[in-house]
C-alpha cells in the first residue's frame, strides 16, 4: 500500500467497502452520498487499487471489489497518522482530547481504564 493521501471521496468508498465486505460498483453508488456518475466510481475504485488499498474480482458477469487492509490494520495506521499529525506524536495528548471531548461514556471510560491497567501489569 503506498502513503499516497485519499481523497474524502477515496475515504467515503474504502469505508462502504468495510462496511460491505465486498461490492460491486453499482453498490458502491448507491451507498455514496451525493453519489458521482458510475464511470466515476469506477474510476475511483481503480485509484484504490493502484494505491494498494483495494482490489477486484470476476464474480460471474461483473466486478466486485473489496479492501485489501484488514480494517483493523487500516484503523490503526490512520489513528497513527492522526496522533502524529494533530498531537505531535503524543498517544497521551490524543488520549486527553478523547476524555476531554465530552463524547465518552462512562462504558467507555471503564473500558479504557482496564486497557490502561491492563498496559500497566503486562508492562507496555
Known amino acids: 500500500m503506498t502513503n499516497d493521501p485519499l481523497s474524502r471521496r477515496e475515504r467515503q468508498i474504502l469505508d462502504i467497502l468495510y462496511a460491505k465486505g465486498v461490492a460491486s460498483v453499482a453498490d458502491v453508488q448507491e451507498s455514496l452520498p451525493d453519489p458521482p456518475s458510475y464511470s466515476a466510481v469506477r ?5 484504490l487499487e493502484e494505491k494498494g488499498h483495494a482490489r477486484h474480482e470476476a464474480r460471474g458477469q461483473r ?12 484503523r490503526n495506521s490512520a489513528l497513527s497518522r492522526i496522533v ?23 462504558e467507555d471510560l471503564n473500558k479504557l481504564s ?3 491497567e491492563r498496559a500497566r501489569k503486562e508492562g507496555r
Open 43 to 47: 474510476a475511483l475504485l481503480r485509484i
Open 63 to 74: 466486478y466486485v471489489y473489496l479492501p485489501m487492509v484488514p480494517r483493523e490494520s487500516a
Open 84 to 106: 502524529t499529525t494533530f498531537f505531535d506524536g503524543s498517544a497521551a495528548q490524543a488520549a486527553a482530547a478523547l476524555v476531554d471531548s465530552g463524547t465518552l461514556s462512562d
Open 114 to 116: 482496564s486497557l490502561i
